[in-house]
């Protein structure tokens, strides 16, 4: 157990819609990172949050948006959902922010039918 | 843009023989190398890192070589077990600034009895 928290675990949605992913970090931790996981890309970083603050975006939708709120737990929020958007999405955490030892959560696996 | 080709895509080995996975990295910049195992149902786990000033380093059965003119590192797993079938997956970063890691696209291992 790597003790960061995702949930849920499973969601199927339908395309247009907005769901919102949830992430505690490990206790200690306080960075966050958001990663898309599918079969033909691979791990794609989406964007990394640091003590509350946007640190580093990567490939993420303008449709997508994240937060870290005051307790240091994480929100991403995916609207006007495309199928294209089905897959694992994981958070991570790590104590600095630094890349160093990243602990995934379990994974939220979205399916937009 | 893949900054990090990884191969083989998959690979079979036999229990008991040296599974080999191979990356390649494009950035010159890129100062921190960490492998990540994830198994099904999973978030990916750190399984070993290796920094660009030692050619090679070992853990256990697992061992990184690293060849920084080559701008190539692979992943060698000694006296392969069952247990270790799972996806391996290559990373790079940048230590210092605000760099994130560029993952690439897993190998999945199959380890036969």
């Known amino acids: 157990d790597s003790g960061v928290t995702q949930t849920p675990k499973h969601l199927i949605t339908a395309t247009g819609q907005r769901v919102t992913l949830r992430c505690s970090p490990r206790?200690?931790?306080?960075?966050v990172y958001w990663y898309q996981q599918s079969l033909d890309q691979g791990l794609q970083f989406l964007i990394q949050?640091?003590?509350?603050?946007?640190?580093a975006k990567g490939n993420i939708l303008e449709r997508f948006s994240a937060q870290q709120f005051p307790d240091l737990h994480s929100e991403l929020n995916l609207s006007s959902l495309e199928l294209g958007d089905s897959a694992l999405y994981f958070c991570?955490?790590?104590?600095?922010?630094?890349?160093?030892?990243?602990?995934f959560g379990s994974g939220t696996q979205l399916s937009v039918l | 843009q893949q900054q990090v080709k990884q191969s083989p895509q998959s690979l079979i080995v036999q229990k008991g023989g040296i599974s080999i996975i191979n990356c390649a990295y494009e950035n010159t910049a890129f100062d921190y190398f960490p492998w990540y195992q994830q198994f099904p149902g999973k978030g990916p786990a750190l399984l070993i890192a290796?920094?660009?000033?030692?050619s090679e380093k070992k853990e256990g059965r697992f061992t990184i070589s690293f060849n920084k003119s080559a701008k190539q590192f692979s992943l060698h797993i000694m006296d392969s077990q069952p247990g270790d079938s799972a996806t391996y997956f290559c990373a790079a970063s940048m230590k210092s600034g605000y760099s994130t890691l560029t993952f690439g696209k897993g190998t999945m291992l199959l380890v036969s009895p």
């Open positions: 949050y640091y003590n509350g603050e946007e640190r």
């Open positions: 206790s200690g931790d306080l960075s």
């Open positions: 290796i920094r660009p000033d030692v």
């Open positions: 991570a955490s790590s104590v600095s922010g630094e890349n160093e030892k990243l602990f």
